[in-house]
């Protein structure tokens, strides 16, 4: 529990505890900031930062955008860095992606695609893609049958626990000096003429004012009924794009697998992770409360009919031991469909009385510390002393030693599957 005392008044107050909170945190209390603070409304990582598919990657699949090729390429730098920085909980991962026999993207396509990604990678490739052998893919996916399948690439991307990486990034930032307080909500936000006052709630019932010259708020998925419920105007639109993930028990896997929908030609995924393997993702708009997503009966009989016809032995919904759902949060691009919206980020920026209130659009867990510094270096530019950041520096962050307390296991984490 991280439950520092609350402020009445700092430099900077983050709103939210995801990866860009905990990270913006990070980036500014390595750049010798210690009047700074964090408040989140539940637990830490308990958003979106904990629902991903646990890739720290470049995205292969947003190569499909030459508009995004400059993301990819700053993702697989950030990737690498991401290893070095905490190699105890990001490392190297090894994916296959199959060419179906019938449908799917063509081989050819899929080879230029890998080829594009390891030249984008550049010196911080892990390894080279190659075609698999059939015995392979029978050692390392023994639950698939091969008979859908022209052939098999590998290609290298890593993987982490999304929870213990919020974790270590949020004791790295108090490390240096900054402080968090969870079971805090954000309720209401005004600009006065020294920046910006937040209202916040304990989980006593409590409520305090707290001043800030700058105030960045990460709330995600919350974001921007945050600021409409304070009568502050967004700067941007935004949708949020609803992905689910299965927890079932270790399918073998030794490698994780890409699979595409015949039906609607949708990426998804088997993954090792854990001891358990997942199965996910599916995009859909999500126009609701995000306070209350779940993943739903037509979500979970879409993933194991499409995974189902490319395995040897089906998946049954009382395999499933847990499922869990997340929100992409992405500012819209008008002309895009959901897919196709960038999860390339924007940053709405809102002038207080002296100090500014910043809200992050979009993002990856994999770029959040370019985010993060973006962030950093807007606010101590304005503040007229500028310091660089220090997160790319390993003496700046916790190691495991310093973690703040045992980590939730896997269905301890997610909703249990009756
Ligand atoms: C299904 C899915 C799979 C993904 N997979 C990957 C992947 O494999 N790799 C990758 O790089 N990226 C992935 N992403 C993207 C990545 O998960 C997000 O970009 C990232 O987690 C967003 O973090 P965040 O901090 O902006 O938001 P969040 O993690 O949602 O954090 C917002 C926080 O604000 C808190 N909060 C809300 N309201 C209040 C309030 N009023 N007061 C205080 N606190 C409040 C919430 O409790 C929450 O903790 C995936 C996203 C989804 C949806």
């Given at each position: 529990m991280y439950s520092h005392p609350l402020p009445v008044r700092v430099r900077a107050l983050v709103l939210g505890g995801g990866i860009h909170g905990v990270g913006v945190l990070h980036d500014l209390s390595s750049r010798g900031w210690r009047d700074i603070h964090l408040i989140e409304k539940s637990a830490l990582g308990s958003g979106t930062s904990s629902k991903t598919t646990k890739l720290i990657h470049g995205g292969l699949r947003y190569l499909r955008r030459v508009h995004d090729f400059s993301l990819v390429n700053e993702a697989l730098y950030e990737r690498r860095t991401l290893m070095d920085l905490a190699s105890d909980i990001v490392h190297p991962f090894e994916l296959y992606m199959p060419i179906l026999k019938s449908g799917g993207v063509p081989g050819f396509v899929l080879k230029s695609g890998l080829l594009l990604y390891d030249f984008l990678a550049g010196k911080q490739k892990i390894k080279t893609h190659r075609t698999v052998s059939l015995n392979d893919v029978m050692t390392n996916v023994p639950i698939v049958d091969p008979s859908s399948f022209r052939s098999f690439f590998s290609f290298w991307d890593a993987q982490t626990d999304d929870l213990a990486l919020v974790r270590r990034v949020a004791d790295s930032s108090i490390k240096l000096g900054a402080s968090i307080t969870e079971?805090?909500?954000?309720k209401s936000i005004w600009p006065c003429d020294d920046g910006w006052i937040v209202e916040v709630k304990t989980q006593s019932g409590s409520t305090f004012k707290i001043s800030a010259l700058y105030v960045i708020n990460?709330?995600?998925?919350w974001a921007n009924r945050f600021l409409e419920d304070s009568h502050v105007a967004p700067t941007h639109k935004a949708i949020n794009n609803k992905g689910v993930h299965l927890v079932v028990g270790?399918?073998?896997?030794k490698v994780g697998l890409f699979l595409q929908s015949p039906k609607d030609d949708r990426i998804f995924f088997l993954l090792p992770w854990q001891g358990k393997s997942l199965i996910g993702t599916t995009e859909d708009l999500f126009e609701g409360?995000?306070?209350?997503i779940s993943v739903s009966d037509k979500e979970i009989g879409y993933l194991l009919e499409n995974c189902n016809q490319y395995l040897k032995n089906p998946i049954k919904e009382k395999d499933i031991q847990a499922t869990f759902a997340g929100l992409r949060w992405l500012a819209i691009e008008k002309g895009h469909g959901l897919s196709s919206t960038s999860r390339a980020y924007t940053i709405g920026e809102k002038m207080g009385g002296r100090g500014f209130l910043l809200t992050i659009y979009g993002g990856k867990m994999t770029t959040y510390r370019v985010l993060s510094k973006m962030i950093g270096d807007r606010i101590t530019t304005h503040f007229g002393e500028f310091r660089p950041s220090n997160t790319h520096q390993k003496k700046y962050w916790a190691t495991s030693e310093g973690s703040s307390a045992e980590l939730p296991s896997v269905l301890e984490r997610y909703q249990v599957h009756p």
């Open positions: 079971s805090c909500e954000a990460c709330l995600g998925p270790d399918l073998g896997l409360n995000p306070d209350q």
